[in-house]
């Protein structure tokens, strides 16, 4: 028995550990540990609902946009607004721009380095991979400049981008040709992205921290040459994205099959719904509301049902309540895998983990008999050799890691129905873009989803001021440690089980993490109810700074 430690886990947002016990070359215990706070829903205090939108998009760099949308949207429910059909439009616009950013950025940059090795491409055939980039249906580039390009890399001894991976652990199975053809599309990924925030900007006036949401509807009035303009951009990210991410992801899946065998996790989904139709109801969203239990049977969401527990977290006490009566306090003791290990809160629903994120989306809309997403799921359980409806197949961590790539083809694809849809809206004569409240007292939460998972902004308003304000980020639910029963979070429960060849490259268990597209800059919030004035932010679980 061993100790295998990861801290700290690089390619993703904020500061995380994963430290895991292994037996036999297995995980056979594990503890995931947040290393940072800090208290956004004691900055909004006493601001107005539409300060708060603004600044809680700060929470994260990657994801503003769903926080300022959701943020909005509990301030509408609080104001009773009902926004109009054009905000509407421009809202999911600009949302599906962030999720196209932030999907492209994570399959290619983030976790694409745990199964692509650029310098195992250097003794590649450009001719051999031309006839692979045929086979596998994706693109081809210009792979005799790029292997030029990574030779000057090695030679200088300055890898950049590629250095301080594990390409040396021999569990890379990639060809290099395959491997020449995938850093290709990883060059290729970091101008679409920029690409997607591109269309962030052109909508939101900027990216990030855009500035066109706001509680009622948005600030954004399209004209003929920024409609133009947004067509174009719309337009090339749809072509790259579907000619390119799912024939990737089968290519890796192909060389990569063990990565069924590990990673299920608690085996219990949660999505709150994102992109609106004209109902504006959760349950009837492009990629719908829903909550899966460990049959995957489903039931509508029930803001009754999540708690927050923080026993094993650092913050005095050991509740479990709901989130406005959880007013904790921080309480940094030590870094203790036995009592308290992690600055991150445990939610709980119906007193139990859950997982979100985009493999829950995908599975939830699935049984919400969305027709695209069901098409597309079962032609990659097809193409994984599994049946169709089999979602077993897909419960783990080359499942979760794959099926993201269908929401991002579907996204791409909404984009151009909405842009459309914008375009007419507007040729039609509507000039209707935001709704003023009737009234400026009221509770509202907004449920919604950020690209890495279900996101939560709830908040209590009074004359027009917040008078509370709560926040349940998405990587809070999949990063939850042990709760009160004794059931680990998420993420605990897809290590464990994983093969672990070298302890202190366990390259298996960072394809797991990377699988949840992790983010713990934005995990961990804190409410200081005593005083309401003053917050501290630690930048290590080994001290207070």
């Not at 492209?104 to 031309?130: Q, R, T």
């Not at 059931?487 to 202190?504: S, T």
């Not at 990377?514 to 983010?519: I, L, V």
Request: hydrophobic share 40%; net charge negative; charged share 20%.
């Amino acid at each position: 028995m061993a100790r295998s430690i990861i801290d700290p886990i690089t390619r993703i947002e904020g500061h995380l550990r994963a430290e895991m016990e292994v037996t036999d070359g297995v995980v056979t215990d594990a503890w995931v540990s947040g290393g940072c706070f800090r208290g956004m829903e004691l900055v909004v205090r006493d601001r107005t609902p539409e300060d708060a939108a603004f600044i809680v998009q700060r929470i994260c760099g990657v994801c503003p946009v769903s926080h300022m949308h959701a943020s909005s949207i509990a301030a509408e429910k609080a104001y009773g607004i009902s926004i109009p059909n054009n905000a509407r439009i421009i809202r999911n616009l600009i949302e599906g721009s962030q999720f196209l950013h932030s999907h492209i950025l994570w399959f290619y940059n983030l976790a694409g380095l745990d199964y692509v090795n650029p310098l195992n491409a250097l003794s590649a055939d450009p001719v051999a991979a031309y006839d692979l980039a045929t086979e596998l249906g994706t693109p081809s580039a210009d792979f005799v400049g790029l292997q030029d390009r990574l030779k000057k890399f090695a030679e200088n001894g300055q890898l950049s981008i590629f250095s301080g991976n594990w390409f040396d652990t021999g569990e890379y199975n990639l060809t290099p040709e395959a491997d020449l053809v995938l850093t290709a599309h990883y060059l290729e990924a970091l101008q679409m992205q920029a690409k997607a925030s591109e269309i962030a900007g052109l909508l939101g006036g900027k990216m990030p921290h855009i500035m066109t949401i706001i509680p009622g509807g948005t600030a954004f009035v399209p004209t003929a040459e920024k409609l133009d303009d947004l067509k174009g951009l719309v337009d090339e990210l749809y072509t790259w994205v579907a000619n390119t991410m799912i024939p990737d992801t089968l290519a890796v899946a192909k060389f990569y099959p063990e990565a069924t065998t590990f990673g299920k996790g608690c085996g219990r989904y949660g999505a709150w719904g994102v992109f609106e139709r004209p109902s504006m109801e959760m349950n009837d969203r492009y990629l719908p509301a829903g909550v899966l239990d460990d049959q995957l049977n489903l039931s509508d969401v029930d803001e009754s049902k999540i708690t927050e527990y923080v026993g094993h977290s650092w913050y005095e006490g050991d509740a479990d309540l709901p989130p406005f009566e959880q007013g904790v306090k921080p309480a940094f003791t030590e870094y203790n895998v036995d009592d308290r290990y992690t600055w991150n809160k445990c939610p709980r629903y119906d007193g139990k983990p859950l997982e979100t994120g985009g493999f829950a989306r995908l599975l939830v809309a699935y049984k919400r008999n969305v027709p695209f997403v069901v098409e597309h799921i079962d032609s990659m359980l097809v193409a994984l050799g599994a049946q169709k409806g089999d979602l077993s197949a897909l419960q783990n961590t080359l499942g979760r890691t794959g099926a993201r790539q269908i929401e991002t083809l579907y996204v791409a694809t909404l984009m151009k129905e909405w842009v459309n849809e914008l375009c007419e809206a507007v040729q039609g004569g509507d000039s209707s873009y935001f709704e003023s409240p009737s009234r400026i007292d009221g509770e509202g939460t907004g449920f919604w989803e950020a690209p890495r998972g279900a996101l939560y902004h709830s908040e209590k308003v009074k004359d027009g001021k917040i008078t509370d304000y709560q926040i349940i980020i998405p990587s809070t639910w999949n990063l939850a440690p042990h709760d009160p029963d004794g059931n680990y979070g998420p993420m605990e429960q897809a290590l464990i089980g994983v093969p672990v060849a070298d302890i202190e490259k366990p390259i298996n268990a960072l394809r797991t993490v990377h699988s949840f597209d992790p983010c713990t800059a934005c995990a961990v919030h804190i409410v200081e109810p005593k005083t309401g004035k003053s917050f501290e932010t630690v930048t290590s679980p080994w001290g207070v700074k």
